[in-house]
């Protein structure tokens, strides 16, 4: 299988390439950045492209690769529910091609929020805090929005109780009712925990990635699976068994 990784100058972006390269089944033919256009694929018969690049761009490399059939692996972050919108009715025009946006590529961040939305409905209330080194763009993180969907799912409507009154910018920023607080630091790699309670007992469940290799498993899984997978899809565990 023939791959494409755009942002392979980043800091993702090269560890990607690495694990490609080292792989015995995926060819990695093409690396672009920031001084590349991404017209330079057209004369190259690329089976998939990634895409590690910024928030800035991304939109237009899938489009790019939904003009020209070409599946794609998104792993840049920064995504709204607009855009992601907006995204998956594109796709419905090419619905051959395959369209995966990865929030987060770890297996144990997936499981974390499945294990996450098991838990919800049994606690009255629920906050969300992420950790990340200090060059991360966005915040919450995407990682974090999900989770918080995903929990919001089997919630039921359920709202935090809170007596807060006044400016509430302190309580952290609402997803899907969720507050979600973000911490920036040097030393950090990325951490999230998610804390549930009810009267008289807390449950805390956390995941902590210490080392971009804890991704490359379910990066190299997520372009081996999207060509099987047509259509548009949000989340690794849309089309792996988690």
Same mark, same amino acid.
């Given at each position: 299988?023939?791959?494409?990784?755009?942002g392979?100058?980043?800091?993702?972006?090269?560890?990607?390439?690495?694990?490609?390269?080292?792989s015995d089944d995926?060819e990695l033919?093409?690396?672009?950045d920031?001084?590349?256009?991404?017209?330079e694929?057209?004369?190259?018969?690329?089976? $998939?492209?990634?895409?590690?690049?910024?928030?800035?761009?991304?939109?237009?490399?899938?489009?790019?690769?939904?003009?020209?059939?070409?599946?794609?692996v998104?792993?840049?972050?920064?995504?709204?529910?607009?855009?992601?919108?907006?995204?998956?009715i594109?796709?419905?025009?090419?619905?051959?091609?395959g369209?995966?946006?990865?929030?987060?590529?770890?297996?144990?961040?997936i499981?974390?929020?499945?294990?996450?939305?098991?838990?919800?409905?049994?606690?009255?209330?629920?906050?969300?805090?992420?950790?990340?080194?200090?060059?991360?763009?966005?915040?919450?993180?995407?990682?974090?929005?999900?989770?918080?969907?995903?929990?919001?799912?089997?919630?039921?409507?359920? $709202?935090?109780?809170?007596?807060?009154?006044?400016?509430?910018?302190?309580?952290?920023l609402?997803?899907a009712?969720?507050?979600?607080?973000s911490?920036r630091?040097?030393?950090?790699?990325?951490?999230?925990?998610?804390?549930?309670?009810?009267?008289?007992?807390?449950?805390?469940?956390?995941?902590?990635?210490?080392d971009r290799?804890?991704?490359?498993?379910?990066?190299?899984?997520?372009?081996?699976e999207i060509?099987?997978?047509?259509?548009?899809?949000?989340?690794?565990?849309?089309?792996l068994?988690?």
């Amino acid at each position: 299988m023939k791959v494409a990784v755009l942002g392979a100058q980043g800091r993702m972006g090269s560890v990607v390439c690495k694990a490609i390269e080292a792989s015995d089944d995926l060819e990695l033919i093409a690396q672009l950045d920031v001084h590349n256009n991404i017209s330079e694929l057209s004369d190259l018969q690329v089976d $998939v492209i990634v895409d590690f690049t910024t928030p800035d761009v991304v939109m237009e490399h899938i489009s790019y690769a939904l003009q020209t059939s070409t599946h794609i692996v998104v792993g840049t972050s920064g995504f709204t529910s607009e855009k992601l919108h907006s995204i998956e009715i594109e796709a419905q025009r090419k619905p051959e091609v395959g369209v995966l946006i990865v929030p987060n590529f770890s297996l144990g961040a997936i499981l974390l929020a499945k294990l996450a939305k098991k838990a919800a409905p049994y606690f009255e209330s629920v906050e969300i805090i992420e950790l990340h080194h200090e060059r991360k763009l966005d915040a919450p993180s995407q990682t974090a929005r999900f989770t918080a969907e995903e929990i919001a799912t089997s919630r039921e409507g359920k $709202v935090n109780p809170d007596a807060t009154r006044g400016s509430k910018e302190a309580r952290g920023l609402e997803v899907a009712g969720i507050p979600i607080h973000s911490i920036r630091l040097p030393g950090l790699f990325a951490h999230e925990e998610i804390i549930f309670g009810n009267a008289g007992e807390i449950l805390t469940l956390r995941h902590d990635s210490t080392d971009r290799l804890a991704y490359m498993p379910g990066v190299l899984s997520a372009i081996r699976e999207i060509p099987h997978h047509p259509g548009f899809h949000v989340g690794l565990d849309s089309i792996l068994d988690l």
